[in-house]
């Protein structure tokens, strides 16, 4: 029978392998596949029309999360795709 420790392990294993197609971190836009482009200002990878929505909408950058915005300025939250003042 295996271990608890080791049955933990895997799981965790899988559910990260899994997560990792939702956020891809990067450093250049050759770190992005299909089309996307590196946001620098918080290191994800996002595709042009995201990008181009944000910064017209709402002078801003494109999130997947409130981490990815406090990032770039702690005063930030993740709203629709983009990163919008707290207040």
Same mark, same amino acid.
């Given at each position: 029978?295996?271990? %608890? &420790? *080791? =049955? ?9 392998? %899994? ?14 596949? &299909?089309? /996307?482009? !590196?946001?620098?200002?918080?290191? =994800? !990878? @996002?595709? =042009? *029309? $995201?990008? $181009?929505?944000? $910064?017209? /909408?709402?002078? @801003?950058?494109?999130?997947? @999360? &409130?981490?990815? !915005?406090?990032?770039?300025?702690? /005063? ?5 795709? !983009?990163?919008?003042? %707290?207040?």
């Amino acid at each position: 029978m295996p271990r %608890l &420790n *080791v =049955i933990l392990m895997i799981a965790t294993v899988l559910i990260y392998g %899994l997560n990792a197609d939702q956020v891809r971190k990067c450093f250049s836009d050759s770190d992005c596949i &299909n089309g /996307e482009k !590196c946001v620098y200002k918080n290191k =994800i !990878c @996002s595709s =042009i *029309v $995201e990008i $181009e929505r944000c $910064e017209k /909408e709402h002078f @801003s950058i494109p999130c997947k @999360s &409130n981490n990815d !915005c406090q990032v770039w300025a702690h /005063e930030k939250i993740c709203n629709k795709g !983009c990163c919008w003042d %707290l207040l």
